[in-house]
């Protein structure tokens, strides 16, 4: 399962052996690593990034997640570094980007108290057995969350939303005195722009999601090829699991674009 892993040490030394824990974990198939990256606070409270997240599409949701961690940790001005849109408004919008929620930034940040360091990965595991017993032996507290498609689900409420209040908005034009119809057709001009922007959220979130999951099942199909027996077993279900997700994603999205088709063809 595609999840979001935080574990957080006393020392810089065990993060960056809980991170080469999760390699070797990796080479041996028992998870598959996407993307790492290292975030320490010192005893000042000054928040530091170590290591940056891969780049490209398979760096995306650890770069992300790494931002909104940062800025929840720094305060106004880490907000403004942290999160891509600036403010507690990015912060939330990376956080729903990486697939995650503020509750599970909130209990991290509780945790990354100054003086400790964490390690921030995306990754695949079939049981959590062998992250925990390797991490918890160099002393880790570990955090996960499954990847949710917050971003979908939102992008398809507001489709249907703008669509309603489209054909409400025309239905009550048809009604309306000639006073009143400037100020409708104003809103009616008003919905449309968000229908746009609903659009093109949609079409932008399916480009974003066909370049991950390209770039995911491309990892995949490379540590597959030096992996033997159960091993591979595992991570080519990895590699079905990846395909599948983005078809469900891909379908919600789809269906969100042509709502907001329909809505502006009306």
């Known amino acids: 399962m595609n999840k979001m892993l935080v574990a957080i040490f006393d020392r810089e030394a065990a993060a960056y052996e809980g991170l080469s824990a999760l390699k070797d974990l990796h080479r041996e198939g028992d998870i598959s690593l996407y993307s790492s990256a290292v975030v320490a606070k010192d005893n000042t409270g ?20 790494t931002g909104s961690l940062m800025g929840l ?8 570094l942290g999160a891509s849109l600036g ?3 990015g912060l939330v919008f990376d956080a729903n980007e990486s697939g995650v929620d503020l509750t599970f930034l909130d209990d991290v940040s509780n945790s990354l108290t100054g003086g400790r360091v964490a390690v921030v990965a995306e990754i695949d595991e079939s049981w959590t057995a062998p992250v925990d017993a390797r991490l918890n032996k160099l002393g880790g507290v570990i955090f996960r969350r499954l990847r949710g498609e917050v971003v979908e689900d939102q992008i398809a409420r507001e489709s249907a939303a703008f669509e309603a209040d489209l054909k409400a908005l025309n239905d009550e034009l048809k009604q309306a005195t000639a006073e009143n119809r400037a100020a409708i057709q104003k809103d009616i001009e008003r919905v449309k722009t968000q229908i746009k922007t609903t659009r093109d959220q949609a079409k932008a979130r399916l480009d974003q999601a066909k370049a991950e999951t390209e770039a995911r099942v491309k990892a995949l199909q490379e540590q597959a090829k030096t992996a033997t027996g159960l091993a ?8 079905a699991d990846a395909k599948a997700d983005f078809d469900r994603r891909s379908q919600k999205l789809s269906q969100a674009w042509a709502l907001t088709k329909e809505a502006l063809a009306a």
């Open 73 to 80: 940790l720094g305060g106004p001005a880490g907000m403004a």
């Open 232 to 239: 591979k077993a595992r991570i080519e279900k990895r590699i």
């Open 46 to 65: 000054k928040i530091a990034l170590k290591q940056a997240a891969d780049a490209g599409p398979v760096g995306t949701a650890v770069g992300l997640l």
């Open 87 to 89: 403010g507690l408004a």
